[in-house]
């Protein structure tokens, strides 16, 4: 899929990884849909800073906890811009908690905001990718979703929960839209992290080295305009950590 003029909707968009992948994509000339919870400051800058060099973008709030927010949201993106060509499933909830202090709360906001959320907005988004007649998901899943982290099982199980999802809806969408997940090893380690602990993520890769925001962005832009034949993939982008 060539990008020019195609509507690219990125949740998380303001921060971090999904605010990198956002850029990429307005670099190759898509109209940028930047998705805010809270971040609303950040998501606006964004959004400046892709017009100040040229491209097209708008923030859209939306809590992602609630199926009607993402329908709300859905509908205004498409309102404003008659279609949507790429979803990129990028907000998350991550924070560590050991399985005797996981509260119903806990558990609902990780299945809701990474799994939940990630469906429905898919299914939404996804619908009028079949009736453009095309259309690419990605979801930004974890390497835990294969070998979880001790003291995250609800975001593990989440992420779990998004490798299966993931396949479901590249059968469920097929064959208008291919969906594809990229399960991330350490790219940017928690922000509550000790030097420590972030030395021990480089230690533990076979590349010596955490990735970047940009090497997400990079395997986004893969997915989207790289091949049309993959679909249900999940691509490990962990350094080798899997493998260590």
Not at 25 to 54: D, K, M, Q, T, W
Not at 114 to 141: D, E, H, T, V, Y
Not at 213 to 234: K, S
Request: glycine share 10%; net charge neutral; aromatic share 6%.
């Amino acid at each position: 899929m060539e990008l020019e003029d195609k509507v690219a909707l990125v949740t998380g968009a303001a921060r971090r990884v999904g605010r990198a992948i956002a850029g990429r994509l307005a670099e190759r000339r898509a109209i940028v849909a930047v998705h805010y919870n809270s971040s609303r400051h950040e998501a606006r800058s964004l959004v400046s800073e892709i017009e100040r060099a040229g491209g097209r973008a708008r923030a859209f709030g939306a809590d992602l906890a609630s199926v009607a927010e993402i329908e709300r949201m859905v509908g205004e993106i498409l309102d404003a811009f008659g279609r949507i060509d790429v979803l990129v499933n990028s907000a998350s909830v991550f924070y560590r908690k050991p399985i005797e202090d996981v509260t119903e709360q806990d558990w609902d906001l990780n299945l809701n905001v990474n799994l939940k959320a990630p469906f429905f907005l898919s299914r939404a988004a996804g619908a009028a990718m079949r009736r453009q007649g095309a259309g690419k998901i990605i979801n930004i899943g974890d390497w835990a979703g294969i070998r979880p982290y001790n003291n995250y099982l609800p975001y593990t199980v989440s992420k779990s929960g998004l490798i299966g999802l993931t396949r479901a809806l590249s059968k469920a969408l097929a064959p208008e839209v291919q969906v594809n997940c990229i399960a991330l090893g350490p790219v940017l380690p928690p922000e509550d992290y000790s030097d420590e602990e972030s030395a021990r993520l480089i230690a533990g890769t076979l590349t010596k080295r955490l990735g970047s925001p940009e090497d997400v962005a990079q395997a986004v832009l893969f997915f989207c305009q790289g091949t049309d034949f993959a679909t249900g993939a999940t691509l490990l982008l962990d350094g080798g950590r899997l493998l260590n």
